[in-house]
């Protein structure tokens, strides 16, 4: 049984993600820091939860015992957060990426695959924003992803198969759950306050379902290895403008919750330009691989979580905040141990 290492498995994409892999029959290392906890995880016999810090080298090391792949989650996700602690959010982001891609190529994994972003195109007028699409990040959250693609790719050799991933903005319901992503917050505001405020709403932006980046990355680990050997491939499915995502959810909550209509769309202004169509017709040309699962379906899937009663506090509880739950526990960051 071959054995797969997810950092930060424990998170968002992760909780979903990890019971794909133990269905498709691997062995599952989840080595994460457990900000958000581990209660998202299933109980298999197959799965091996380690809580430790991706900085924490001989740490990571020891995890890394047995396993062939690694599907690298783990970061300081999202611009907020990033900019709570710039430095130490560069730590986690960016400066141990090379340490731990090093520590994976010498303990013999055979694949690597990092989890970028899409967000790496900043602003582009381009009709299709391509993988060959100068990086133009905004942030440095955004940076930083970007900057890591080119340590992964000098790894590149017969021994270490290398991938990198662009998602776009993931949306859908998962066990540990996140509402601070453009669909999933618009969902939230239309339940919970029977009114959408849309900031900016010209924005392009690429959005993919959250079960559909997981089979995903379940597919990377079994393209033979001339397919996907030092490539960069887009993720996204549809692309819309902010305005239409919250017209879309509007429509979606009220059918599936009439209770709650009329649900009210505002408007403000947005200090966020990030806008971009991304293309990803190369995923689907090279591997075949096509999302589809729609928005649609992600935002009916939030309502029946809500229905279910599986997003208690949802007002209140930080947890489903990512800024919120980093802010709080950022002297928990400063204290890891961090061995080289």
């Known amino acids: 049984m071959a054995t797969v290492l997810v950092t930060g498995g424990a998170g968002y994409v992760g909780c979903i993600l990890v019971p794909q892999l133990l269905e498709a029959g691997y062995a599952v290392t989840v080595y994460d820091l457990m900000l958000f906890g581990s ?30 792949a690694v599907i690298h989650l783990a970061c300081i996700s999202n611009d907020p957060s990033f900019e709570l602690d710039p430095a130490l959010s560069k730590s986690i982001n960016y400066d141990c990426f090379e340490p731990l891609v090093a520590a994976c190529k010498a303990s013999g994994v055979r694949r690597f695959i990092y989890a970028s972003t899409s967000s790496v195109y900043g602003v582009s007028d381009a009709p299709e924003v391509t993988e060959d699409h100068p990086l133009l990040p905004l942030t440095d959250y955004n940076k930083y992803k970007g900057l890591c693609e080119p340590i992964l790719l000098r790894y590149q050799s017969p021994e270490l198969t290398t991938v990198i991933l662009r998602p776009a903005t993931v949306c859908g319901y998962s066990p540990r759950m996140r509402l601070d992503l453009t669909v999933n917050i618009l969902t939230h505001l239309a339940v919970t306050q029977r009114q959408v405020t849309v900031f900016g709403g010209s924005q392009q932006r690429p959005n993919i379902h959250i079960q559909d980046l997981a089979e995903l990355y379940v597919k990377l680990l079994e393209f033979p290895d001339a397919q996907v050997a030092g490539e960069t491939f887009n993720a996204g499915y549809q692309n819309h403008t902010v305005a239409e995502l919250a017209e879309m959810v509007r429509r979606v909550v009220e059918d599936e919750m009439p209770q709650l209509a009329p649900i009210r769309i505002t408007t403000s202004p947005s200090n966020d330009l990030r806008s971009y169509h991304v293309c990803s017709k190369k995923i689907a040309q090279r591997l075949g691989y096509v999302p589809t699962r729609t928005i649609e379906e992600a935002i009916r899937q939030l309502c029946q979580a809500f229905r279910a009663g599986k997003l208690p506090n949802s007002l209140s509880d930080e947890r489903y905040v990512n800024v919120k739950t980093v802010k709080r526990l950022t002297a928990k960051l400063l204290r890891q141990p961090v061995a080289a």
């Open 39 to 68: 209660e998202g995880l299933p109980s298999h016999p197959d799965l091996r939860v380690i809580e430790g810090d991706i900085r924490d080298l001989a740490a990571f090391r020891s995890a890394l015992d047995g396993a062939q």
